[in-house]
């Protein structure tokens, strides 16, 4: 998991984690389980079991094995993702994404900024 990430995201973009939780289930509650990691230094073990389903759930994903938007979009008819790279945003690369607001791998990024240039 990424902490960094997870840090930028709840002091910029917290609407992040809120459209990831369902209307029926509590994000207010998330975003406190997000800061309660936060500020324990990554420690998921000290959560309580709801809090636990709450972060694996509806947290981990923002932050751990993220999905590369691609560059090209998806293409549905050959059942691509678009993304010119393994799909996946590399944990390093992770927070500069959130802050740019471009999910995209290393490989897409490149691709991406050669096309802005030609
Ligand atoms: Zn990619």
Redo the contacts with the bound molecule.
């Keep these: 998991m990424n902490l960094s990430a997870l840090d930028h995201i709840v002091k910029n973009n917290p609407e992040l984690i809120d459209e990831n939780v369902p209307a029926k289930a509590d994000s207010a509650a998330t975003l406190g389980v997000a800061k309660l990691v936060l500020g324990n230094g990554g420690n998921v073990d000290a959560l309580t079991d709801k809090q636990r389903f709450h972060f694996d759930t509806y947290i981990l994903p923002l932050i751990e094995n993220v999905e590369?938007?691609?560059?090209f979009g998806p293409d549905m008819e050959n059942g691509e993702d678009g993304?010119?790279?393994?799909?996946r945003i590399d944990d390093e690369d992770l927070e500069g994404c959130y802050i740019m607001d471009e999910m995209?791998?290393q490989?897409?990024q490149h691709v991406n900024h050669k096309m802005q240039e030609d």
Excluded: A, I, K, N
């Excluded at 590369?68 to 560059?71: E, F, H, Q, R, W």
């Excluded at 993304?83 to 799909?87: A, H, K, L, R």
């Design positions: 590369c938007d691609g560059v993304c010119v790279g393994s799909g995209l791998c490989e897409c």
